[in-house]
């Protein structure tokens, strides 16, 4: 079992930066990718990048590319998403993952709840 809590969402202006957390639980966390997908109102939810568990290894949604920074520091169980240049559209609850490296929610076992990115023009 592993417990995930994301933190770090908040309101910002469109442009800005934001710096998201993802605290695991356990001493197997760095035996899994973890993942960060968002779900924006009335849509599904979406891949947006995802780190290998040595932190070797990332791919990014061409959405986030260029813009969007995953890694992890696995001494402290912890998983960042440093976002830059935010745009309305990366207004959405982000969600971490622990699981298998994949872009598909399914391949994921371990799901945090979420926090609120809001990017407002």
């Known amino acids: 079992q592993v417990q995930l809590v994301e933190s770090g969402g908040e309101l910002v202006q469109a442009g800005g930066s934001l710096r998201l957390s993802c605290a695991a639980s356990g001493r197997t966390f760095d035996n899994y990718a973890v993942g960060w997908f968002r779900q924006s109102a009335g849509k599904e939810r979406e891949f947006v990048a995802v780190v290998s568990r040595n932190g070797v290894t990332k791919l990014y949604a061409n959405s986030v590319k260029g813009r969007f920074t995953i890694s992890r520091d696995n001494a402290k169980s912890t998983v960042y998403l440093q976002m830059n240049s935010l745009k309305p559209e990366d207004t959405a609850v982000y969600f971490c993952?622990?699981?298998?490296?994949?872009?598909?929610?399914?391949?994921?076992?371990?799901w945090g709840q979420g926090t609120q990115v809001t990017a407002s023009s």
């Open positions: 993952a622990a699981g298998e490296f994949s872009t598909s929610e399914d391949r994921y076992d371990y």
